[in-house]
């Protein structure tokens, strides 16, 4: 694990949102929480706990909700991980950020972390581009290819300039990982659960930089069963890299440069971006 600077008190602050109930991981969650579902000899949350501890955090805030009490007795304070873990209950759903609000003492930016989310990131690399970014919030990015059935039109002043016949489109989707600064809870909502494309959406809007952090590694989104065999198989071939603490180093300059405009990649795939109406 890289060493990289911490924040401004010499700690790092994580959050941890683990308060899904994981219905389409019924019914390995008929008695569990999502965050407690195992990987292997370790649940999706004890994986991400001994990644942030080698990363060299020391608080972990778990934002929890359904069957909290179970999560809280088998984690405790966390000495056993060498971290000290409090503790923020939804007591209503808030939406996917909405329970960054019932975060307390947070005076620093923190790493934010979904809890079905497994990867091989450099937790500390990422916190340490947020800090020196300057922005209100970083979003972690991962490319991922989609198939589609009929031909994709380009299509400008009212002509065709290009057609695709069944490309696979590659697009830039939210990781699940995230650092954010304690500002933002100012764009959560009070009255009504807030997500966070509300909160991206809500920070843009009002002028605040969003920074990006592209992601090219290994990553997985536990969100079926299918995909947590997935990931189980993938810790079992590489034990080091997701128990011990993740890669070593982050993107590079190359890996975060982008295609300014729509067009097909040395590898044949379709590369689209996204314009706001009128553009």
Known sequence: MSAHSEDVNGRRHAIVLAGGRGQRLWPRTRDLPKALVPV???????????????????????????????????????????LCIDYATDPRPLGTAGPLGMVQDWHDPALVVNCDILTTMDF??????HVTSRCALTVVAKEREIGIDSGVLDIAGGRVRRIWEKPRVTVSIAAGVYVADPSIRSHLREDAATDMPDLVSSLIANGLPVNCYPWHGEWHDIGTSSSLDEATLAV?????????????????????????DNGQAADGRVRLTLAEPGR
Request: hydrophobic share 40%; with cysteine.
């Open 124 to 129: 500390a690399h990422v916190h340490h581009c």
């Open 236 to 260: 079992a071939r590489r034990p080091v890299a997701y128990l011990a603490g993740g890669a070593a180093d982050g993107p590079t300059g190359e890996e975060r440069e982008g295609p300014s």
């Open 40 to 82: 292997g000899e370790h649940s999706i949350l004890e994986i991400i706990l001994r990644q942030l501890a080698a990363a060299r955090f020391t608080r972990v805030t778990l934002c929890v909700a359904h069957l909290a009490s179970m999560i809280r007795d088998r984690l405790g304070d966390g000495r056993q991980f060498g």
